[in-house]
């Protein structure tokens, strides 16, 4: 609390009820203009400048990709190539398919798990269904039957187990040879 008036050199008065001096000669007050510190940036210029690079980019991008296109197209006019190679090129690729669908024996065909287990007299939509090993010892169910990774626990239930197949996710499961 101050006695005098910084200001003039009054002698000041009680304080007023909220905790003020006041100089009853110039005005003088302790009251402290609280001066709020500058907003902080926006940022809409940084906003508008990088929706201007992305603009700027995106039409950059899109007169690149219409060049490839342009030239694409004046390749193809220039090459005349007749129609007959594209039926061509069908037949071949067809034919390519048709020898990749199997024709052989079923039981030397590779097997998904689900297929191997159905084989086995199981059935993949009944959880409670159960296949049992070639002895008859062991009996598991569909989930089991997935999880088995060794090549002897699927010879016990006749098959043959190809884990380079199993790793490149392609049926991996073959029906072994009947022993008499």
Known sequence: ???????????????????????SVCGWSTVVIERSPPPPPTGLPLLLSQ??????????????????????L?????????????????VTKLK??????????PSKEWLTPEEAFQL??????????KVSTLDGKRRIGLSAFRRLVNT????????????????KNLPYLRRLPRQP
């Open 1 to 23: 609390m101050l006695e005098t008036c910084p200001r003039c050199g009054a002698r000041l008065g009680k304080p007023l009820s909220s905790g003020r001096q006041v100089c």
């Open 51 to 72: 929706i201007g690079r992305l603009i700027k980019r995106f039409f950059q991008y899109l007169g690149v990709q219409l060049q490839l296109l342009w030239r694409s």
């Open 74 to 90: 004046t390749a193809r006019s220039q090459q005349q190539q007749p129609r007959h190679n594209l039926w061509e090129s069908l």
């Open 96 to 105: 390519h398919l048709e020898e990749k669908i199997p024709t052989g024996d």
């Open 120 to 129: 086995l007299g199981g059935n993949p939509d009944n959880p409670d269904s």
């Open 152 to 167: 002897a626990e699927y010879a016990d239930f006749g098959f043959q187990y190809s884990s380079d197949r199993h790793l």
